[in-house]
């Protein structure tokens, strides 16, 4: 079984930042592929950013160039780091960890992920 557990959300005005993290048991055991994903009111959840286990990182084109997905030398918490924030990134965001075999976030969606975290909510003001 993977843990994960979100912090760091919070309120921002527009262009403002945040770093999301994710701490997380047994990331490496269970799963080779570790992501964030967002979900708007009324809108279905949706992957971010994907970081495979040999380090690739593939990003939304809605969030490319703003958004960073990282992992600790432990391998135990995992980031997303959100500049140049836009009214429109207000979700609340997901850690997700699941074990595919393309990895990418292309090919991964919400309905492939195995573990998730309580989320976390990100507000962003214009």
């Known amino acids: 079984q993977v843990q994960l557990a979100e912090s760091g959300g919070g309120s921002v005005q527009s262009g403002g930042s945040l770093r999301l993290a994710c701490a997380g048991s047994r990331f490496s055991l269970l799963s080779n592929c570790l992501g964030w994903f967002r979900q708007a009111p009324g809108k279905e959840r949706e992957v971010v950013a994907i970081l495979a286990a040999d380090g690739t990182t593939t990003y939304a084109e809605a969030v490319k160039g703003r958004f960073t997905i990282s992992q600790d030398n432990a391998y135990n918490t995992l980031y997303l780091e959100l500049t140049g924030l836009k009214p429109e990134d207000t979700a609340k965001y997901y850690c997700?960890?699941?074990?595919?075999?393309?990895?990418?976030?292309?090919?991964?969606?919400?309905?492939?992920?195995?573990?998730w975290g309580q989320g976390t909510q990100v507000t962003v003001s214009s």
């Open positions: 997700a960890a699941t074990l595919v075999s393309r990895c990418l976030v292309s090919s991964v969606v919400a309905t492939t992920i195995e573990y």
